[in-house]
């Protein structure tokens, strides 16, 4: 068990996080795990998370926002030494944590849809948190889908490609 979940659908899933974990990421993804359960847990945020998670709207949907904001939190207190790739893989850990804190007080239920709906809303406002919007995704990908039109464009007709009706 990586975290503090009891669930076994929960602990599945954050074993198969942990063993997709780049080994030199290992330490700072076990690091975030733990201040984000220390901060999840602590006497004195642990009144944020009920908060949150009885805040208006879908509790899976709070609690993928109050992942984002704790990972937040923790980039911001960590001086930005968090390497950006460990944030997802330990959010969603973290997410696993929360829905299973949820699911024990009935808030709730945990399956492979309200998992993934709480982890994705984690990533669009994590994503959203480090200046990263839908749209600059967009952007982005229609730059990308334009340099590769070009690049077949450009593309040398030697032999091969000749053979092929290139």
């Known amino acids: 068990m990586l975290g503090q979940t009891q669930n ?10 942990k063993d997709k974990v780049p080994p030199k990421l290992a330490g ?7 201040a984000g359960e220390k901060v999840m847990y602590s006497p004195q945020s642990h009144q944020l998370m009920q908060e949150q998670l009885h805040m208006p709207g879908d509790p899976v949907m709070n609690i993928g926002d109050g992942v984002a904001k704790l990972l937040g939190f923790l980039m911001e207190h960590g001086k930005n030494s968090i390497p950006p790739a460990v944030l997802p893989l330990a959010g969603s850990v973290l997410v696993c944590e929360a829905m299973d804190f949820a699911e ?8 492979n ?21 839908p749209d600059k995704i967009h952007a982005m990908m229609q730059q990308a889908a334009q340099k590769q039109g070009m690049n077949q464009q450009l593309a040398p007709s030697g032999i091969i490609n000749s053979a092929q009706g290139a």
Do not use: C, P, W, Y
């Open 8 to 17: 076994q659908l929960l602990q599945q899933i954050e074993q198969g996080i």
């Open 28 to 34: 700072a993804f076990l690091r975030v795990i733990a």
């Open 104 to 111: 024990k007080a009935g808030i709730v239920q945990v399956n």
């Open 113 to 133: 849809e309200t998992v993934a709906a709480a982890t994705k809303e984690m990533v669009t406002k994590l994503l959203a948190l480090s200046g990263i919007t």
